[in-house]
């Protein structure tokens, strides 16, 4: 892991994390804490603290670890097309009220994701390749995944999943009877039953009120004022506090976790200098740069930076008639200066990238493919290549006018700029863009409806997970596939990398895919996004990293010296 620390002396007594609460800076509201949904990345971290799944990254290693699961899951082959790989849940895991977790928990929270009224497209479509589930009769802790292919990450794409009890959701075990291939196309009987589990999930509102489903997790929501805190507290007895032993993905230390919604930077960077907020994670780097030599910082902060998979994007509306072909997207992406962006936005301390992967992913990153250059010339001619026309109000084909809407997320500078700085070169050559600055919660939904032409937002990266289906497949459109690509051709090669059956398979199926979205361009990769995370100085153990959301919030403690780190 990649870490640097700016420090001056400093010795701290120790005190007890449950005398205060660990304040977090977040810079937009979950909108929704929904198991399934999962909006963005401050409901991902929120859910994590109340509900589990088999397996967790350990932010330290930097690998998949053991959570609701006992050990790392058993494979083997059945016949020459299936792999069956099996999980065994901890004797200790428990719900809220004490019901043990058990292997129907998992197999009724697959059978829920195909309920067409529970939000789980995504979740769905990243492990399509189940064909069934089999719980062990012989022990209630024990279950199997019947998988099509053998994908070496088929096992980090099932231990992903929030698990979910079957008691309170359905409590009649309705949805036993049934195998997922006779949900997925499900008859009379089927769809009945599949209607009455949907209406109960509904009823319970859980993008709300999770506190109406018993969680495995060590937190609970206690406090969600909408766009201005959140508040989770730890539980006083949770199952895990029993382990002998218990890794870093099962560690819950701080009494209570408070994140504050403060979307404006300057705000943000106010609340961490008086005291308000004790982490400040993902700040901008000219925030994080001037705050460095604000003199008097140093004494009262830690400054973290990391790696970071993450790559900022922007992105096309292929569904739209004007973007619908490759050659003008091409066109438009020779717009954006991305040494100047990259110097402008991350001080140069980012890095460019020929694609959605990070160039730290390894053999799988395609390096033969060329950076896209930044040309207004170029940009021209490929227009008229692609049957445009420039007249006296602006590109025409056929009739259709070449005027562009741009998204991007309100009150964040990063986008800002790259928005401002792409607008303003294409206005240079005469193509009309319209800037939209978007608050969070109406960004998703214009991102669902199609609500756009060009966006800028940042690419979670995970060097564990390379199904791209759910962002590039039709299956996708309307869910996590924003640009609305699909071709036949795309899904059968997105479907091939998501079923390969070795890793050297899967490294050229990877770098296959990264030409055929260079091809297409449904967006155009800039650069990777370093990590940057401030805290207050009292803290230690945030296990800073590459990975999202770049810090371990339930380790926190109080007092003493920064973990992995020197104190100077």
């Given at each position: 892991?990649?870490?640097?620390?700016?420090?001056?002396?400093?010795?701290?007594?120790?005190?007890?994390?449950?005398?205060?609460?660990?304040?977090?800076?977040?810079?937009?509201?979950?909108?929704?804490?929904?198991?399934?949904?999962?909006?963005?990345?401050?409901?991902?971290?929120?859910?994590?603290?109340?509900?589990?799944?088999?397996?967790?990254?350990?932010?330290?290693?930097?690998?998949?670890?053991?959570?609701?699961?006992?050990?790392?899951?058993?494979?083997?082959?059945?016949?020459?097309?299936?792999?069956?790989?099996?999980?065994?849940?901890?004797?200790?895991?428990?719900?809220?009220?004490?019901?043990?977790?058990?292997?129907?928990?998992?197999?009724?929270?697959?059978?829920?994701?195909?309920?067409?009224?529970?939000?789980?497209?995504?979740?769905?479509?990243?492990?399509?390749?189940?064909?069934?589930?089999?719980?062990?009769?012989?022990?209630?802790?024990?279950?199997?995944?019947?998988?099509?292919?053998?994908?070496?990450?088929?096992?980090?794409?099932?231990?992903?999943?929030?698990?979910?009890?079957?008691?309170?959701?359905?409590?009649?075990?309705?949805?036993?009877?049934?195998?997922?291939?006779q949900l997925r196309r499900p008859a009379a009987p089927a769809r009945a039953v599949l209607e009455q589990v949907g209406q109960r999930y509904e009823a319970a509102q859980l993008g709300h009120h999770p506190e109406h489903l018993p969680g495995s997790g060590p937190y609970r929501l206690s406090t969600w004022e909408s766009g201005r805190q959140l508040v989770f507290t730890r539980k006083t007895q949770w199952w895990a506090d029993a382990l002998p032993e218990r890794p870093l993905v099962l560690t819950a230390t701080p009494h209570q976790l408070r994140y504050e919604v403060l979307p404006e930077?300057?705000?943000?960077?106010?609340?961490?200098?008086?005291?308000?907020?004790?982490?400040?994670?993902?700040?901008?780097?000219?925030?994080?740069?001037?705050?460095?030599?604000?003199?008097?910082?140093?004494?009262?902060?830690?400054?973290?930076?990391?790696?970071?998979?993450?790559?900022?994007?922007?992105?096309?509306?292929?569904?739209?008639?004007?973007?619908?072909?490759?050659?003008?997207?091409?066109?438009?992406?020779?717009?954006?200066?991305?040494?100047?962006?990259?110097?402008?936005?991350?001080?140069?301390?980012?890095?460019?990238?020929?694609?959605?992967?990070?160039?730290?992913?390894?053999?799988?990153?395609?390096?033969?493919?060329?950076?896209?250059?930044?040309?207004?010339?170029?940009?021209?001619?490929?227009?008229?290549?692609?049957?445009?026309?420039?007249?006296?109000?602006?590109?025409?084909?056929?009739?259709?006018?070449?005027?562009?809407?741009?998204?991007?997320?309100?009150?964040?500078?990063?986008?800002?700029?790259?928005?401002?700085?792409?607008?303003?070169?294409?206005?240079?050559?005469?193509?009309?863009?319209?800037?939209?600055?978007?608050?969070?919660?109406?960004?998703?939904?214009?991102?669902?409806?199609?609500?756009?032409?060009?966006?800028?937002?940042?690419?979670?990266?995970?060097?564990?997970?390379?199904?791209?289906?759910?962002?590039?497949?039709?299956?996708?459109?309307?869910?996590?596939?924003?640009?609305?690509?699909?071709?036949?051709?795309?899904?059968?090669?997105?479907?091939?990398?998501?079923?390969?059956?070795?890793?050297?398979?899967?490294?050229?199926?990877?770098?296959?895919?990264?030409?055929?979205?260079?091809?297409?361009?449904?967006?155009?990769?800039?650069?990777?996004?370093p990590n940057r995370v401030v805290a207050d100085r009292q803290l230690t153990n945030l296990h800073i990293s590459t990975l999202k959301p770049g810090y371990q919030a339930t380790a926190i403690e109080r007092g003493g010296a920064a973990q992995g780190l020197a104190a100077k």
């Amino acid at each position: 892991m990649a870490l640097t620390c700016l420090a001056t002396s400093c010795q701290q007594r120790a005190t007890s994390v449950a005398d205060q609460p660990v304040r977090i800076r977040w810079a937009r509201d979950p909108e929704s804490l929904d198991p399934f949904q999962q909006p963005n990345q401050a409901a991902l971290e929120g859910l994590n603290l109340i509900s589990q799944s088999l397996l967790a990254i350990d932010l330290e290693k930097c690998r998949t670890e053991p959570q609701l699961a006992q050990a790392l899951p058993t494979r083997r082959s059945r016949g020459d097309s299936l792999t069956l790989i099996s999980f065994q849940i901890r004797p200790q895991a428990r719900w809220d009220n004490g019901r043990p977790v058990l292997a129907s928990d998992v197999a009724f929270t697959m059978r829920l994701m195909l309920c067409p009224r529970v939000p789980a497209e995504s979740t769905r479509l990243a492990v399509d390749f189940v064909k069934d589930v089999e719980p062990d009769p012989a022990d209630p802790r024990r279950i199997t995944f019947v998988c099509r292919g053998s994908d070496p990450s088929f096992e980090t794409a099932l231990g992903d999943f929030l698990i979910l009890p079957e008691a309170y959701l359905d409590p009649k075990g309705s949805l036993r009877v049934f195998s997922l291939a006779q949900l997925r196309r499900p008859a009379a009987p089927a769809r009945a039953v599949l209607e009455q589990v949907g209406q109960r999930y509904e009823a319970a509102q859980l993008g709300h009120h999770p506190e109406h489903l018993p969680g495995s997790g060590p937190y609970r929501l206690s406090t969600w004022e909408s766009g201005r805190q959140l508040v989770f507290t730890r539980k006083t007895q949770w199952w895990a506090d029993a382990l002998p032993e218990r890794p870093l993905v099962l560690t819950a230390t701080p009494h209570q976790l408070r994140y504050e919604v403060l979307p404006e930077d300057a705000s943000a960077t106010l609340a961490l200098r008086r005291g308000d907020v004790d982490i400040y994670p993902n700040m901008p780097a000219r925030t994080f740069d001037r705050l460095q030599h604000t003199p008097g910082a140093s004494a009262q902060l830690r400054f973290y930076t990391a790696l970071s998979y993450d790559v900022l994007v922007a992105g096309f509306n292929c569904s739209r008639p004007a973007l619908a072909d490759s050659a003008t997207r091409h066109a438009l992406s020779l717009l954006f200066n991305t040494p100047a962006l990259l110097q402008a936005t991350q001080l140069g301390l980012g890095r460019r990238t020929t694609g959605m992967f990070s160039p730290n992913l390894g053999a799988g990153y395609n390096d033969s493919l060329p950076l896209l250059p930044y040309s207004l010339a170029a940009a021209q001619q490929r227009l008229r290549q692609a049957g445009w026309q420039r007249t006296a109000t602006g590109w025409q084909r056929a009739g259709v006018p070449l005027h562009l809407a741009l998204r991007y997320r309100a009150a964040d500078p990063t986008y800002e700029i790259v928005a401002l700085q792409f607008a303003q070169a294409a206005r240079s050559i005469g193509v009309d863009v319209q800037l939209r600055a978007t608050e969070a919660s109406s960004l998703t939904t214009a991102f669902q409806q199609g609500d756009f032409d060009v966006y800028v937002q940042l690419q979670k990266g995970n060097p564990f997970r390379f199904d791209l289906t759910p962002i590039f497949s039709g299956q996708g459109i309307g869910a996590g596939n924003i640009t609305r690509f699909a071709t036949p051709a795309a899904d059968r090669l997105l479907k091939a990398l998501a079923l390969a059956a070795t890793p050297a398979t899967q490294t050229r199926l990877l770098r296959k895919v990264q030409v055929m979205l260079r091809d297409q361009l449904p967006i155009v990769p800039l650069f990777t996004v370093p990590n940057r995370v401030v805290a207050d100085r009292q803290l230690t153990n945030l296990h800073i990293s590459t990975l999202k959301p770049g810090y371990q919030a339930t380790a926190i403690e109080r007092g003493g010296a920064a973990q992995g780190l020197a104190a100077k």
